[in-house]
């Protein structure tokens, strides 16, 4: 995947390791400063992997936005009342 | 100890900051807005008959957040509705090692032709409702993952907490939880017609 002109092969392994840790790296959970390099390096030298980051970090920006809920009155009404009684 | 009045006052207002992210991940649970409304008022109670085992309140979110998915599994998960979940073999579960790999031999070919390089307008394409809709058809353990972290902002060890389960777990889960998500958009896309000519010729060469 390293050349991303050819087919995928999700046998090549820094792509797999990088692949491994994205999500943990997007959502600022990698924490071990290796694999930070690592990842950032790999990042910044595969195409492919780079790609597929960007998509993710638009897909979590979107997932933010589509996923909150609007409160129904009726159940602001009721905890309202609810946390009252107690 | 602070006065009982203190703590009310301060339970209050921690549910009034959270009341919306309360209603939106027992939405994504129950997938029913009547059902997401009693399990919501539920928790609340149990919550406030145990305020007592809060032991910092600094983790009041993911505390609560347990005593929600708690009381949908005892109470609510059997009558929740249930769309067409995409298919996932919980069953094997591999090891840390061969984890992604195992996620990816699953997908088909034509969407690791598509995911080795994506188009970058594929995410603006998909409408928010095609986003949480192919949430929802996610398996309960990766949903409640996706939702508590990717929505409400939960760290991995705050989602671990609420979910009773370790980190390392959360970070399986939301990895294999991304790829069954990131699979079904583009099984969507690919049904709307949402890819671009150029990497559906890719896709099928």
Same mark, same amino acid.
């Given at each position: ?7 995928p ?14 999500? #943990?790296?997007?959502?600022? *959970? %990698? /924490?071990?400063?290796? +694999? ?7 990042? &910044? ?7 597929? #980051?960007?998509?993710?970090? *638009? %897909? /979590?920006?979107?997932? +933010? ?7 129904? &009155? ?13 | ?17 959270n ?22 008022a ?41 769309p ?24 088909p ?19 928010g ?12 353990a ?34 294999r ?10 099984h ?18």
């Amino acid at each position: 995947m390293s050349n991303d002109a050819d087919k995928p092969d999700i046998a090549d392994s820094d792509c797999l390791e990088a692949f491994d840790h994205l999500y #943990a790296y997007l959502n600022g *959970e %990698l /924490n071990d400063q290796h +694999k930070l390099a690592k990842i950032e390096h790999h990042l &910044a030298h595969c195409r492919s992997c780079f790609s597929r #980051a960007q998509m993710e970090r *638009e %897909l /979590n920006q979107r997932i +933010k936005q589509s996923g909150k809920a609007e409160t129904p &009155a009726s159940l602001q009404h009721r905890l309202r009342k609810l946390l009252d009684d107690i | 100890m602070p006065e009982q009045n203190d703590i009310k006052t301060w339970f209050t207002q921690q549910i009034e900051a959270n009341i919306h992210s309360l209603y939106a991940v027992a939405r994504r649970l129950t997938r029913n807005n009547a059902d997401a409304e009693d399990l919501v008022a539920d928790s609340v109670t149990k919550a406030w008959a145990a305020i007592g085992t809060l032991d910092d309140q600094q983790r009041f979110r993911p505390w609560i957040f347990r005593i929600l998915h708690n009381r949908f599994i005892s109470d609510y998960r059997k009558k929740a509705v249930r769309p067409v979940e995409i298919s996932f073999d919980e069953a094997s579960n591999p090891s840390e090692g061969d984890d992604v790999t195992s996620v990816l031999i699953q997908q088909p070919d034509e969407f690791l032709n598509w995911w080795a390089n994506p188009e970058q307008e594929f995410v603006n394409s998909l409408l928010g409702e095609d986003i949480m809709a192919a949430i929802e058809r996610l398996p309960e353990a990766f949903r409640i993952t996706v939702v508590l972290i990717n929505i409400e902002g939960l760290s991995y060890d705050e989602a671990a907490e609420a979910l009773n389960v370790s980190p390392g777990t959360i970070r399986s889960r939301m990895n294999r939880g991304r790829t069954l998500l990131q699979t079904a958009l583009w099984h969507h896309a690919q049904d709307a017609g949402l890819l671009t000519e150029q990497h559906v010729r890719e896709c099928r060469s």
